[in-house]
């Protein structure tokens, strides 16, 4: 596996892919939130509202991010949610097989993004070239009808 992307605008198939993830992650950040707080709420503690507060924000810079990776640092913002995400299994541990998986999905599609926009490329590339061959000489000065 090549290097991870940390920073910098990826692809167009990159993009989509990894929106998609982030975007998937935020329905499934907000879930985990509402459990966290009824699980605080069952047991007493005042900080269910907080639990509920911090998980939906997290929710929504998920949902933001699918649109922000058009800019250098939506792919690092894409990595720091994905370690908060990992991090809510320290308040609710069925967290942490979503963050894994998660985590997983994100990676895959940073990988397989980048072999999409290679292979675009490349059919791009050589598609141009045999249109560029085939193409017949252009002439720059258009043809005398000849006249009487």
């Excluded at 929504?60 to 990595?79: H, K, Q, S, Y």
């Excluded at 995400?85 to 599609?109: D, K, S, Y």
């Amino acid at each position: 596996m090549r290097s991870l992307t940390l920073y910098g605008i990826p692809g167009k198939m990159t993009r989509r892919l990894a929106g998609v993830v982030v975007g998937t992650q935020g329905l499934a950040v907000f879930f985990g939130a509402l459990v966290a707080r009824a699980l605080a709420s069952a047991t007493g503690s005042p900080v269910s509202g907080t639990f509920l507060l911090v998980g939906s924000l997290l929710a929504v810079l998920c949902i933001f991010d699918a649109g922000l990776l058009r800019r250098p640092w939506g792919i690092t913002l894409g990595w720091a949610l994905q370690l908060a995400t990992l991090a809510c299994a320290l308040i609710v541990p069925a967290m942490l097989a979503v963050g894994l998986l998660f985590g997983a999905l994100w990676v895959l599609a940073l990988v397989q993004g980048r072999a999409m926009d290679a292979h675009t490329k490349r059919v791009d590339a050589q598609w141009h070239e045999s249109h560029e061959q085939s193409e017949p000489p252009t002439q720059s000065e258009p043809s005398e009808p000849s006249g009487h």
